[in-house]
């Protein structure tokens, strides 16, 4: 399978099937706007995050806003707080900061973290998200699923701030929390089903993360042996 047809089965045929089951949602629940436009966004964003583009960031941002908007109506308390003054103004400076380190293959140079790094970013989150959890969620109490909805805003500063530095652990971590998410979704739209969308994406979203993870993966792995023959 040459590379065109490649990129038609894995890319934008999953992308296409998904805007349809959103639109189509979207009209059979009534849903609003608001919630539509950030969903089908985040397609475009998903796409170029798992080609490495910087772009994605700079889309991604914009969308943050919008999402922690729609967010606020369904009293995702710590995800409107995450997008809204976390996501969004990581997205924007990581444009930028990616826009510094290309290449000569054309796109951003990728790091990984030590091992001691993996361990203490990983003992950093689940400390943070342990300590939100029980220590302020009491300032949200109308909040709806405070564990899945907190350690969604712990894990999405995480990955911004490491796929901000270009790191390709972030796409790992966020691998998890889309797992996450899918849970949170499925348990809200059997109480409210016109959150569909929300969970459409988020199946999406990790079929494109895990994309991202691979390719970060093999970009970084290429970048390593032509700086070793150089």
């Known amino acids: 399978m040459n590379l065109k047809k490649r990129n038609l089965f894995?890319?934008?045929?999953?992308?296409?099937?998904?805007?349809?089951l959103i639109i189509v949602f979207s009209i059979i629940r009534?849903?609003?706007?608001?919630?539509?436009?950030?969903?089908?966004v985040t397609l475009i964003v998903q796409l170029l995050l798992a080609r490495a583009n910087r772009f994605a960031f700079l889309l991604g941002g914009t969308n943050a806003l919008i999402y922690g908007i729609s967010y606020f109506d369904e009293g995702l308390y710590f995800s409107v707080i995450s997008a809204i003054l976390i996501s969004a103004p990581i997205q924007i400076y990581s444009f930028f900061n990616w826009s510094k380190k290309q290449t000569s293959a054309n796109h951003t140079e990728l790091k990984t973290l030590s091992t001691k790094m993996?361990?203490?970013v990983l003992?950093?989150?689940?400390?943070?998200?342990?300590?939100?959890l029980f220590g302020f969620s009491g300032l949200f109490k109308n909040a709806q699923l405070p564990a899945f909805d907190?350690?969604?805003?712990?894990?999405?500063?995480?990955?911004?701030?490491?796929?901000?530095?270009?790191?390709v652990e972030s796409q790992y971590i966020s691998a998890f929390s889309c797992c996450l998410h899918i849970i949170m979704w499925i348990i809200i739209c059997t109480s409210n089903?016109?959150?569909?969308?929300?969970?459409?994406?988020?199946?999406?979203?990790?079929?494109?993360?895990?994309?991202?993870?691979?390719?970060?993966?093999?970009?970084?792995?290429?970048?390593?042996?032509?700086?070793?023959?150089?």
């Open 150 to 167: 907190s350690f969604g805003f712990v894990a999405g500063t995480v990955v911004s701030i490491l796929a901000a530095f270009r790191f």
């Open 193 to 230: 089903p016109s959150n569909i969308n929300y969970l459409i994406i988020s199946v999406y979203n990790l079929f494109m993360v895990v994309k991202a993870a691979i390719n970060w993966t093999k970009l970084y792995i290429q970048d390593k042996k032509e700086k070793v023959t150089t």
């Open 10 to 20: 894995i890319d934008y045929i999953p992308m296409l099937l998904t805007a349809i």
């Open 30 to 40: 009534k849903q609003s706007f608001l919630k539509t436009l950030p969903t089908l």
């Open 118 to 120: 993996r361990i203490a």
């Open 123 to 132: 003992i950093a989150t689940v400390a943070a998200w342990l300590t939100i």
